[in-house]
């Protein structure tokens, strides 16, 4: 009965990146050819010329149905280096002031030449919808979904990783925090997996981790010192304010306690283990500044190779 | 009209038979099977050679979405769906705009259904005004008007003590009130089952127990109250154990699954596709399995279509905010055909589950062909294979998780009370009608 | 069957006409892989002050819409002031000239230099462009179907190869 359906739209019949909406379905070597890319990427931006022609006479849609500057401003960033053309559209979603359908949008942006979208919605599939209905030449790079995924923000943290630890294979990775409604965390335990680390942990109280998380491959820990021991890598996710004083969690203070990462419960992890965040930071709900500003940190280095990455990512699904 | 049905298998679910033979219609019902009375003269001989002859199917829920939601569709469309899906009498719930709580909509509705000389249309009434929850409606006369029950449709009914006094007040009658068990709470938020499939997608989760909690109130209640109580749309494995333990107590209760749920399940989402987006929603695949075998031990008493039509701009949305439910009139046979031939029970057993069961949930006696029963009947072609596609379907609602698919089972003839309501064959000769 | 050339002599060769008009401040820009090469050498040949520039022409080329994206991109890195440089261009194999259209525009998003001129170990023909080299070490005609490849082995000796030419 499921025929076709799970059939993926991101790749072509060669095997050739079409649209980058979830790493789920990707192969690994695609995850490889977008890391290596985005090295080549990290040298240009450390050039003094910092632009490419590569996509010169492109034109690349900002379609953000959800707000965000940083995301935005990085994928502008990223489309400018590579000299094509930006426009940037941030589209109220207020379900009251319903007026264009997200289809309709979508076709009326189509007839308007845009080469691709880099699209962000409030609602899980709303990349893959639109994928399903552009036309044949147009590109879709999800920025973000709903809970669903966030598949650059996966990938510049994968290239962090290797660049800082060189190899995948013998990796524990640990994500910490609210993955219940992250797109961040599914985004990143795929790619983690399908990269091969040895193990990737979620740790968290019970009401932020689905109760199907296993699932995805991965260990579960509620107690935080427990799951940070021996780990190379600490990635914290940021906790929203919505979530506090409702019926998953009574305060940050008490969150900050036992899962805020602070400079003792970083020390069980190994010593030369790197911290990462995908930002905004919520300093002393998540993350002590001590160790957000430390020297495990590698908060800063992942906003550059985030350029880095999504050049990689826009420039080769253009040439495809 | 005196009718010939000539060659056809006859499956009886009633009588559990299944068999070559001719049928003879008259004045509203079979007159005879095998021999033809004496002095009858038809003035029409369909010929069912190679075709499946059977009682009119019966569906306990369908969506005609009038009043109020004519952009969605009409009962004109709807109508036509259901007889060429070969159901000779529907229920509809009460969920329209405004919801049927007061007499004159009911009457209005049963008036238009009537005048288009179609499939019966059975209408649910609203249990309380609104379907708030909150205050009771006058029962009693909207069942005058042509109520066979009462209902809350997918409306929550949060207050027990509302609905402990709904229960009272429809056994004061005999009525029988339907339900579809949902706690509000514990689904809110959700848009697909709270499972594997729901985590990985990040679609907010519905658990089984939102079913379970409110269906074990329900049942309590049932008990207490003496009600004769149908529950609507099980979808949890839990849910049909609760209901077997239920029967086993010698309650007073009946309950039925969607086609959809019999077949479907979380997986079918895949990457997001809204005409998976169904209330409830698509289930583990123990879930589903779990359905099949309440099918099979008679737990569930009855499958219905649970037809919804949706228009495009409600369905192509992101998943979580496209508008539930699909298409099933016509596909209520061939996959109930599907079910049978899955599961390996003979037809005249499977097709109970769409004849007789629903009828008897309707506290009706029928589904059979014997002489004397009304002559509501389908003649199909169980063989015939046709793709589910747009132009395929006569309901507007083209919501279906099959599109695309190919589907075994076509509907040729619909007869109701004694008249032929649907001809295949003319439909073709309407398409391939060249004009001078 | 053409015989090539070695390699090593048309380094001495094309050093020889590099010499002769060698300003001070003449500044090597090699192409990656073999301009690289080839730059290394003349550098250390014509004992010159500045460090040579490398250039990865990927990113320039005109033919992505074809083939697409490149792996394994090379940084370019050229450390001297562009502009108002007089910049000598090195390749190994000069063919359509379309590398070096790339090799140029890349350059000039540096700066704008007050010269460029182009010195290659192989000129084979086949020019698609109007571009000459300056400084040639020899040239070669080959079938299309071939194409003339720089080596270098472990001890940095340089040689040319004839190879069959893919896609």
């Known amino acids: ?156 943290d994968a290239f962090t990783i290797r660049h800082y630890k060189g190899s995948f294979h013998e990796l524990r990775v640990a994500i910490v925090g609210d993955v219940l409604h992250s ?39 509620h107690d935080a010192r427990a799951g940070l021991e021996g780990v190379d890598v600490v990635i914290m996710l940021r906790l929203q304010n919505e979530r506090m004083g409702g019926p998953l969690l009574p305060s940050a203070g008490e969150y900050f306690k036992y899962y805020g990462l602070t400079p003792d419960k970083l020390a069980l992890a190994k010593s030369d283990a790197i911290v990462m965040h995908p930002g905004p930071m919520n300093r002393g709900v998540e993350i002590d500044s001590a160790v957000a500003d430390g020297g495990q940190s590698v908060i800063l280095p992942q906003v550059t190779f985030g350029i880095a990455v999504r050049m990689a990512v826009m420039g080769i699904l253009a040439g495809n | 009209m005196q009718i010939h049905i000539k060659n056809g298998r006859l499956i009886d679910p009633a009588a559990g038979t299944d068999v070559v033979n001719d049928l003879f219609v008259a004045d509203r019902r079979i007159v005879a099977v095998g021999t033809a009375p004496h002095g009858f003269k038809p003035e029409r001989v369909i010929d069912a050679s190679h075709l499946i002859v059977c009682p009119g199917l019966v569906d306990l829920s369908a969506r005609l979405r009038e009043p109020g939601f004519e952009y969605k569709a009409t009962l004109e469309s709807e109508m036509q769906a259901a007889v060429a899906g070969g159901v000779t009498s529907l229920v509809c719930p009460p969920d329209t705009d405004p919801p049927l709580d007061e007499p004159g909509l009911v009457e209005m509705l049963k008036f238009r259904a009537r005048s288009l000389n179609q499939a019966r249309v059975l209408p649910l009434g609203a249990l309380t005004q609104g379907l708030k929850g909150e205050r009771l409606t006058e029962m009693a006369v909207l069942r005058d008007a042509g109520c066979i029950a009462f209902s809350q449709a997918d409306a929550p009914m949060s207050d027990k003590q509302v609905l402990m006094r709904a229960l009272e007040y429809a056994t004061t009658f005999g009525f029988a009130v339907w ?201 199909f072609d169980p063989d015939a294979r046709w793709n589910v596609e747009p132009a395929a379907l006569n309901s507007q609602g083209k919501n279906t998780p099959l599109l695309g698919h190919e589907v075994q089972g076509k509907v040729r003839y619909t007869l109701v009370d004694g008249m032929v309501v649907f001809d295949a064959t003319l439909e073709k000769s309407a398409s391939h009608h060249h004009p001078f | 069957m053409t015989t090539l050339p070695d390699a090593e002599r048309l380094l001495n060769d094309l050093a020889e006409q590099i010499r002769r008009d060698a300003q001070p401040g003449t500044a090597l820009v090699g192409i990656y892989t073999g301009g690289v090469w080839v730059a290394e050498r003349l550098h250390d040949m014509l004992a010159l002050s500045s460090p040579i520039g490398t250039i990865d022409v990927s990113f320039w080329r005109d033919d992505y819409k074809k083939t697409g994206m490149r792996p394994g991109v090379k940084p370019s890195d050229i450390r001297f002031e562009v502009e108002g440089a007089d910049i000598i261009l090195v390749d190994d194999v000069l063919y359509t000239g379309r590398t070096i259209r790339a090799a140029m525009n890349e350059i000039f998003d540096y700066g704008r230099p007050t010269s460029i001129r182009l010195a290659a170990l192989v000129d084979r023909g086949g020019r698609q462009l109007p571009i000459c080299a300056q400084y040639i070490g020899a040239q070669i005609r080959v079938e299309a179907r071939q194409t003339i490849v720089l080596h270098r082995d472990q001890s940095g000796v340089l040689r040319l190869a004839l190879e069959a030419a893919d896609g």
Not at chain 2, 360 to 375: E, I, T, Y
Request: glycine content about 8%; overall charge neutral.
């Open chain 2, 179 to 379: 339900l579809r068990p949902e706690d509000a709470t514990l689904s809110r938020g959700g848009v697909a089952h709270d499972g594997e499939v729901a985590t990985r997608l990040g679609l907010g989760g519905i658990p089984a127990c939102a079913e379970t909690i409110a269906l074990s109130s329900i049942l309590i209640l049932a008990r207490e109250t003496g009600a004769r109580v149908h529950l609507c749309r099980l979808s949890t494995a839990e849910g049909v154990a609760m209901m077997r333990e239920a029967k086993r107590g010698e309650l007073q209760v009946s309950c039925d699954v969607s086609i959809h749920h019999v077949h479907l399940s979380e997986q079918d989402i895949g990457y997001f596709d809204p005409n998976c987006n169904l209330v409830p929603p698509l289930r583990s695949v123990q879930d589903r399995d779990a359905i099949r075998a309440g099918l099979a031990d008679g737990t569930i008493d009855a499958i219905c279509s649970d037809h919804t039509p949706v228009d495009e701009d409600a369905k192509q949305l992101p998943f979580g905010e496209a508008e539930p439910g699909a298409t099933g009139l016509e596909l209520l046979l061939p996959l109930t055909l599907r079910w049978a031939r899955e599961s390996g029970i003979a037809l005249p057993r499977a097709l109970r589950a769409v004849t007789t069961a629903p009828l008897r949930v309707l506290g009706q006696s029928g589904g059979s062909l014997a002489a004397g029963a009304p002559a509501d009947l389908t003649v």
């Open chain 1, 1 to 156: 009965m499921v025929e076709g359906r799970n059939a993926d739209l991101q790749l072509s019949p060669e095997g050739k990146l079409k649209h980058l909406l979830t790493i789920e379905g990707l192969p690994a070597a695609v995850l490889l050819q977008i890391l290596d890319t985005a090295r080549s990427f990290v040298s240009v931006t450390q050039q003094e010329v910092k632009k490419v022609p590569l996509l010169r006479g492109k034109a690349i849609f900002n379609l953000f149905f959800e707000p965000s500057t940083r995301t935005r401003t990085t994928f502008e960033i990223a489309a400018k280096r590579l000299s094509a053309d930006v426009v940037n559209l941030n589209i109220a979603t207020s379900s009251q002031t319903k007026g264009e359908t997200l289809l309709d949008t979508v076709a009326n942006l189509t007839a308007m030449n845009a080469d691709m979208f880099i699209v962000r919605h409030a609602q899980s599939g709303a990349a893959h919808l639109i994928a399903r209905h552009v036309g044949p030449n147009i590109h879709v790079v999800n920025a973000g979904d709903g809970r669903h995924a966030h598949p650059t923000q996966a990938l510049l």
């Open chain 1, 183 to 221: 797109r961040v965390a599914r985004s990143e335990i795929q790619a983690l997996n399908v990269l091969g680390v040895k193990e990737v942990r979620v740790i968290g109280p019970r009401t932020l981790l689905p109760r199907h998380v296993q699932e995805l491959g991965v260990s579960v820990f």
